[in-house]
């Protein structure tokens, strides 16, 4: 229901049209885990990426994300789909370098990670719900598990990558599901982002309707008529 490569900018590119705007003010286009300019977002305390409706169904869903915590202790920005009034829904977040789930409404977290993650590195974070049963995994593994009820969604329930008063982070190549991605799903969602999807060679294309040129990295295309 939603993919955001962070390609310089904050839109949806899974079709949806959940592109995302701001309700504080925009993070910072920053360098992605491979090095490529404008293709991430840093997120300081006022930051977020916001849309005023959830994403999801809040029954059965996915979300994914890469995450670079920079600054120790505090809470760093997640992801979180849930109301001002803390009603509904819930979200995930890196607390003191520990990666949490939490529900709205629900006195302790639904479930902690049981490692204690390393800042300033990039990290792949999966978060499941499927029934009352949320899992975390880490860089394509599951980690941890633990069960809670999650308040449904309401007219004032939105969307938001990040938020205000947290420690500065990294995040990129953020996607959410309507559905419980499977544990092979997950492995191969990690694998295929593992590792940056550019040729070191030059490519050329013949006979396109027009040329041009574009270059990501230490890849050229180049395409004439």
């Not at 990670?113 to 949320?134: A, M, P, Q």
């Not at 990294?170 to 799903?185: F, H, K, Q, S, Y």
Request: net charge negative; with cysteine.
């Amino acid at each position: 229901v939603a993919w955001y490569p962070f390609n310089g900018n904050a839109n949806d590119e899974s079709g949806s049209g959940n592109s995302l705007t701001t309700s504080a003010s925009f993070p910072t286009l920053s360098n992605d885990r491979f090095g490529l300019s404008n293709s991430s977002y840093r997120f300081f305390a006022g930051n977020n990426l916001f849309k005023s409706s959830p994403n999801t169904n809040g029954q059965e869903f996915t979300w994914a994300l890469w995450h670079k915590k920079n600054s120790s202790g505090i809470e760093s920005h997640g992801l979180t789909e849930t109301d001002d009034a803390s009603t509904s829904g819930g979200g995930f977040s890196v607390s003191y370098n520990i990666p949490q789930v939490v529900c709205q409404g629900i006195s302790t977290n639904v479930t902690n990670s049981d490692i204690l993650i390393s800042d300033g590195l990039w990290y792949h974070y999966v978060v499941t719900k499927e029934g009352n049963t949320f899992s975390i995994y880490i860089d394509g593994v599951l980690n941890s598990t633990g069960s809670s009820t999650y308040l449904p969604y309401n007219s004032s329930t939105y969307t938001m990558i990040g938020n205000n008063a947290a420690a500065d982070c990294d995040m990129d190549d953020i996607g959410m599901w309507n559905r419980a991605l499977t544990p092979a799903e997950i492995e191969v969602l990690y694998n295929a982002q593992s590792s940056p999807c550019i040729s070191p060679t030059p490519v050329s294309f013949t006979g396109l309707s027009t040329s041009y040129t574009t270059s990501d990295g230490p890849a050229t295309l180049t395409g004439t008529p």
